[in-house]
């Protein structure tokens, strides 16, 4: 009985991995390899002996037999790992933590759905451990990606549907890593029917006064240029160039009245947020409140963490 227990074992090993589906790792080749079969990239970033919901979300989902099938279907499969343990090697490290910076990946597990030149048009933010659950997650990506490969076989006068379709696809955490679509959508949607128009000149102004403080010399001249930029913001960039006057105040405050001033801009950022209900501001004020109660402490934990830029 015993040694048929083993024959059983080794007989059903093959079995099992062979359900599993096949994750590469190399990043261009993942993207070269969408390109000719006509499929999106899955990519998963994960910590994978360190984090216990990406392990989780592994066993649970991505290797259960029935999503696997559905995922080599649908998908080229990339890992992309971040270990703190395992030796994975330093070019596939350095690949990987360009990566984890490149699409700002702050959170794991996370799931994108990329196309073949990389762009980021659907996902799975965080752990979720039932696999049909996340397939439903990651369909809008399947169906933007399809659409954009559509667009893109058209004639310019035919993009502005599927173009449209697609963006509507995408979710709001990755709007902001998707600029260039947001204006390639804009500029083949000549009667504004998708709405983007604003929000791709207001995003091409805070690009521009970003970049601008960027190459300022001196926190002071970056603050002008900000500043100069908030006379003319539009409600779709207006948080975001307070959150800046906010981070360059408290960097330069030397004195509580300074780190009161920015205080002040960081409860009007709160207020420009065209996201947030007005109970969820009121919450948000309060925390920050909290964070201000004592100026002398913020002020001594932003000279130690906070570093004034230099004179270039």
């Known amino acids: 009985m015993k040694n048929r227990r083993i024959f059983l ?12 589906a096949e ?41 259960s037999p029935d999503f696997a099938a559905w995922a080599e279907e649908n998908f080229v499969l990339l890992e992309i790992d ?6 994975i090697g330093i070019e596939l490290l350095t690949q990987n933590q360009m990566l984890r910076s490149k699409y700002q990946i702050d959170g794991y597990p996370t799931l994108l759905v990329l196309d073949a030149s990389g762009r980021p048009l659907g996902g799975l933010f965080g752990y979720v451990g039932a696999p049909k659950a996340v397939q439903a997650e990651l369909e809008p990506g399947i169906k933007a990606e399809k659409l954009l490969r ?23 955490e990755l709007h902001e ?34 970049s601008a403080e960027a190459a300022a010399p001196t926190d002071e001249a970056a603050l002008r ?19 800046l006057q906010y981070r360059l105040l408290i960097r330069m405050a030397e004195k509580p009245e300074d780190v009161y001033a920015a205080a002040e801009v960081a409860y009007a950022s709160i207020d420009a947020d ?10 948000r004020k309060r925390q920050m409140r909290g964070v201000f109660a004592n100026p002398q402490t913020t002020l001594n934990r932003s000279s130690m963490l906070l570093r004034k830029r230099p004179i270039r």
């Open 23 to 63: 994750w590469g790792t190399n990043y261009e080749e993942a993207l070269n390899k969408a390109r000719i079969e006509g499929k999106a990239v899955l990519a998963e970033f994960t910590g994978s002996d360190w984090c216990y919901y990406c392990k989780r979300l592994r066993q649970e989902v991505l290797d």
């Open 274 to 283: 065209l996201r947030l209900s007005e109970r969820e501001k009121e919450s």
């Open 177 to 210: 890593l998707n600029i260039p679509l947001q204006q390639e959508v804009a500029k083949h949607d000549p009667q504004d029917i998708s709405g983007l128009r604003a929000s791709a000149t207001a995003e091409q102004q805070l690009q521009e006064c970003k």
């Open 150 to 172: 559509e667009a893109a076989e058209l004639p310019d006068g035919q993009k502005q549907a599927p173009l449209i379709a697609a963006w509507k696809l995408i979710p709001q």
């Open 225 to 243: 240029i900000v500043q100069k930029a908030l006379t003319s913001a539009t409600p779709q960039n207006k948080r975001q160039l307070l959150e």
């Open 82 to 87: 971040l270990p703190q343990h395992t030796d």
């Open 9 to 20: 074992s080794l007989f059903c090993l093959p079995l099992l991995s062979a359900d599993a």
